[in-house]
């Protein structure tokens, strides 16, 4: 069986594949505040199937931020992919469900978007398993642990995608090491000068011991091995 490996391609931008299946989560982005978009190149290589993303099988949105959406680009890549399966959070969404897409299993839940003072948006945290993999995407979700514990309700998770916040408190860091098995940072700012990146750099400073098993993600493209950890 082929194990799940992931691309991400800009801030929050994903590409997982696991044999000749593959799904996008966040990936049709735009440029927003300090946010690195999905490159020109890299997009229209999506949107046309183009090697290596020849077969994509779901388009899914944790929310419709504009760093994390495009609705050019979305629409685009739905013109040239007509029957894929899509998660898009709407108003009248459901607040939690499945949906199977080729090689992919992906549970849906609805989560609060951290306080951001931007336009509201219907936020989702992402469970998704393929290739005898789990991978949790927390994308913006608030900072509550006992929400995300008691949606994982003590199920094993792989991996998990956090945003670099969940570094600052000291719940949340404990709530990483405990709920997945092994944790990345993402969704960084494309400059290592801005205050989110050094923010986060100072946390692994200041928390060694309890950071010492958490990657930050901090460049793009980068290739991830997503093989199952043992219980």
């Given at each position: 069986m082929?194990h799940?490996q992931a691309?991400?391609?800009?801030?929050a931008?994903l590409?997982?594949?696991?044999?000749?299946?593959?799904i996008?989560?966040?990936?049709?982005?735009?440029?927003?505040?300090?946010?690195?978009?999905?490159?020109?190149e890299?997009?229209?290589?999506?949107?046309?199937?183009q090697?290596?993303?020849?077969?994509?099988?779901g388009?899914?949105?944790t929310?419709?931020?504009?760093d994390?959406?495009?609705?050019d680009?979305?629409?685009?890549?739905?013109?040239?992919?007509?029957?894929?399966?899509?998660f898009?959070p709407?108003?009248?969404?459901?607040?939690?469900?499945?949906?199977?897409?080729?090689?992919f299993?992906v549970?849906?839940?609805?989560?609060?978007?951290?306080?951001?003072?931007?336009?509201?948006?219907?936020?989702?945290?992402?469970?998704?398993?393929a290739?005898?993999?789990?991978?949790?995407?927390?994308?913006?979700?608030?900072?509550?642990?006992?929400?995300?514990?008691a949606?994982?309700?003590?199920r094993?998770?792989d991996?998990?995608?956090?945003n670099?916040?969940?570094?600052?408190?000291?719940?949340?860091?404990?709530?990483?090491?405990?709920a997945?098995?092994?944790?990345y940072?993402?969704h960084l700012?494309?400059?290592?000068?801005d205050?989110?990146?050094?923010?986060?750099?100072?946390?692994?400073?200041?928390?060694?011991?309890?950071?010492?098993?958490?990657?930050?993600?901090d460049?793009?493209?980068?290739?991830?091995?997503?093989?199952?950890?043992?219980?």
């Open positions: 082929s799940l691309r991400l391609l800009c801030n931008g590409y997982f594949h696991c044999g000749d299946s593959a996008l989560v966040d990936t049709l982005n735009q440029s927003f505040r300090s946010f690195k978009a999905i490159s020109h890299t997009a229209e290589y999506l949107i046309q199937g090697a290596p993303y020849q077969r994509i099988d388009l899914f949105y929310h419709l931020h504009p994390h959406y495009d609705q680009r979305n629409n685009a890549f739905l013109q040239r992919h007509p029957g894929i399966q899509t898009f709407l108003q009248e969404t459901l607040e939690h469900g499945f949906i199977k897409a080729g090689g299993t549970e849906y839940q609805y989560f609060e978007h951290t306080p951001c003072g931007y336009t509201w948006a219907k936020h989702y945290v992402l469970l998704l398993s290739g005898g993999s789990t991978v949790y995407l927390a994308a913006d979700a608030e900072l509550n642990p006992d929400a995300h514990r949606f994982l309700a003590g094993h998770i991996y998990g995608f956090f670099a916040i969940y570094l600052s408190h000291h719940e949340t860091r404990r709530l990483m090491n405990e997945v098995e092994k944790t940072i993402y700012p494309e400059s290592m000068e205050g989110i990146y050094r923010k986060a750099v100072r946390n692994f400073a200041r928390f060694p011991d309890e950071l010492k098993e958490i990657t930050l993600l460049r793009y493209p980068l290739d991830l091995d997503l093989p199952p950890i043992g219980e």
